[in-house]
């Protein structure tokens, strides 16, 4: 009889450890508590603060609505801040209870794997556009059957770009002949179409 009374105070006791961790886990699972993450361009560095330009939020992101530029406190980040520069991309992970804390409290960050920022190339495809503002050779590469034309400066110009973006030599030639072809394609229909349009037109409707 007392086997049997310390066999089921056994089982008793187990099941009651079970629906403990269970309760336990449940808990941690409905209360929310994890990293949650956002993305964005790195402004300003100093020290372990950081002030990030936000990516465009999602509709469904209720913790930073409205809000362009965020301070952020990487005490709790490792080695991703030692080569950490202005401009770079990064994600940042935080706990949703300091979502609005400021500056937000981070636990870790990400630096994405880029060649190189948009505001980096930004930069430099203004440079890239000196040198052939006065540059005065117009030989003509290719000429349209309705008359427009592609010179080697609009080639050169759009190869150096996509060399910029990341394109091999020979690639970056490739691309942009087929391009400036569908560049000049998409202007000529235009025209034919009555449509008067920009090279800042043309070039959104292909972005």
Same mark, same amino acid.
């Given at each position: 009889?007392?086997?049997?009374?310390?066999?089921?105070?056994? $089982?008793?006791?187990?099941?009651?450890?079970?629906?403990?961790?269970?309760?336990?886990?449940?808990?941690?699972?409905?209360?929310?508590?994890?990293?949650?993450?956002?993305?964005?361009?790195?402004?300003?560095?100093?020290?372990?603060? $950081?002030?990030?330009?936000?990516? !465009?939020?999602?509709?469904?992101?209720?913790?930073? !609505?409205?809000?362009?530029?965020?301070?952020?406190?990487?005490?709790?980040?490792?080695?991703?801040?030692?080569?950490?520069?202005?401009? !770079? !991309?990064?994600?940042?992970?935080?706990?949703?209870?300091?979502?609005?804390?400021?500056?937000?409290?981070?636990?870790?960050?990400?630096?994405?794997?880029?060649?190189?920022?948009?505001?980096?190339?930004?930069?430099?495809?203004?440079?890239?556009?000196?040198?052939?503002?006065?540059?005065?050779?117009?030989?003509?590469?290719?000429?349209?059957?309705?008359?427009?034309?592609?010179?080697?400066?609009?080639?050169?110009?759009?190869?150096?770009?996509?060399?910029?973006?990341?394109?091999?030599?020979?690639?970056?030639?490739?691309?942009?002949?087929?391009?400036?072809?569908?560049?000049?394609?998409?202007?000529?229909?235009?025209?034919?179409?009555?449509?008067?349009?920009?090279?800042?037109?043309?070039?959104?409707?292909?972005?």
């Amino acid at each position: 009889m007392k086997k049997k009374i310390i066999y089921v105070l056994c $089982i008793l006791g187990v099941l009651l450890v079970l629906l403990g961790l269970k309760k336990r886990n449940d808990t941690m699972y409905s209360s929310g508590v994890y990293h949650l993450n956002r993305s964005g361009i790195v402004e300003s560095i100093e020290n372990n603060n $950081i002030v990030v330009r936000l990516d !465009k939020l999602n509709e469904q992101d209720e913790d930073f !609505k409205n809000v362009d530029t965020l301070q952020l406190d990487c005490r709790n980040c490792g080695y991703e801040l030692e080569n950490l520069k202005e401009g !770079k !991309k990064i994600i940042f992970y935080y706990f949703p209870y300091n979502a609005d804390v400021r500056p937000l409290k981070v636990e870790n960050i990400y630096v994405i794997n880029e060649k190189e920022s948009n505001i980096d190339l930004m930069k430099k495809a203004g440079q890239l556009l000196d040198p052939y503002r006065d540059k005065t050779d117009e030989s003509i590469y290719a000429r349209g059957k309705s008359g427009g034309v592609i010179t080697t400066k609009d080639i050169e110009q759009a190869t150096e770009f996509y060399i910029l973006a990341g394109y091999e030599q020979s690639d970056a030639e490739d691309k942009a002949v087929e391009y400036m072809l569908q560049r000049d394609a998409t202007y000529q229909r235009a025209i034919a179409a009555g449509y008067s349009v920009s090279d800042d037109e043309i070039n959104d409707y292909l972005d």
